[in-house]
């Protein structure tokens, strides 16, 4: 029975999740995904070059999405910065703390992925890459402020 592309492509997906969520990426087999899929190992690779662009494919769009929040954030934290509206700094955090926890439960089994699944790919670092670029971007913030006047107590990176 011949099927749509999208609609293999879409059950191949749905299978890898399984597949990485249950073995992790490292311990995960094209072959049973396939299997689970029912589609030869030719057939994925019309769809995938490889298993690692299988995984991409699940965490890239969730990636890219919370990236755009994170970057937005960040430049109306700047934008703030430079006005006399510093409290609304705070709520600016709160709201993108909240929009990012959300979005985080919204696409919960994509971000299991990432943190517990992600050994043997480019995405293993994931959470090491966010916490760089969060303290990075706060130590930016602060010197901002600190131009500004405003009493900052002092960390260390």
Known sequence: MPRDF?????NLLDCAKKHFLKFGFERASIREICKDA???????????ADKEALFGS???PVLQKISEM???SVAKHF?????????????????TIQQI???????????????????????AAFMDDIVRL??????????????RGVPIKELEE
């Open 134 to 147: 969060e303290v990075h971007d706060t130590i930016k913030l602060i010197n901002e402020l600190k131009l």
């Open 58 to 60: 699940l965490v890239e």
């Open 79 to 95: 934008e703030l910065a430079k006005t006399d509206e510093l409290k609304d700094l705070w709520r600016l955090s709160e709201d």
């Open 6 to 10: 999208q609609q293999t492509h879409e």
């Open 38 to 48: 029912s589609v030869t190992n030719g057939a994925f690779y019309n769809h995938f």
């Open 70 to 72: 994170y970057s937005d």
């Open 101 to 123: 926890i959300e979005y985080i439960y919204e696409n919960f089994n994509v971000f299991k992925l990432l943190l517990m699944c992600s050994d043997g790919t480019k995405y």
